[in-house]
Nanobody, 126 residues
Framework: VQRLVESGGGSVQAGGSLRLSCQIYGNRWSSYCMGWFRQSPGQLREGVAA???????TYADAVKGRFTISQDNAKNTLYLQMNSLKPEDSAMYYC????????????????????WGQGTQVTVSS
């Protein structure tokens, strides 16, 4: 059974950086598409970034140029490097596996995944 465990969240000032990590335990649900989405209380999921098994990446417009998704298959770990953070980036961030399409994962309202972790909180103050 696959399990995803996120870490690296925290509180930072605007303009700061954080690096989120996602440790993947068990067999990968999908080797094709993994990603990160975020969610604030009372809001729908918002796709942030996605990556496929060829390391092709996609990003939501709101984070392009500031966030970088990457993976280390040898360590079974997915990363999200977040730079130039803004208060509007504050949310619970989730690592997820099994997106159907890289573009849909970052453009759809409430993008669907097969499995996701418990989340890690990111708070950016102005």
């Amino acid at each position: 059974v696959q399990r995803l465990v996120e870490s690296g969240g925290g509180s930072v000032q605007a303009g700061g950086s954080l690096r989120l990590s996602c440790q993947i335990y068990g067999n990968r649900w999908s080797s094709y598409c993994m990603g990160w989405f975020r969610q604030s209380p009372g809001q729908l999921r918002e796709g942030v970034a996605a990556i496929d098994d060829a390391d092709t990446t996609t990003y939501a417009d709101a984070v392009k140029g500031r966030f970088t998704i990457s993976q280390d298959n040898a360590k079974n770990t997915l990363y999200l490097q977040m730079n130039s953070l803004k208060p509007e980036d504050s949310a619970m961030y989730y690592c997820a596996d099994g997106c159907a399409d890289l573009e849909v994962a970052v453009t759809a309202i409430n993008p669907l995944y097969n499995i996701w972790g418990q989340g890690t909180q990111v708070t950016v103050s102005s």
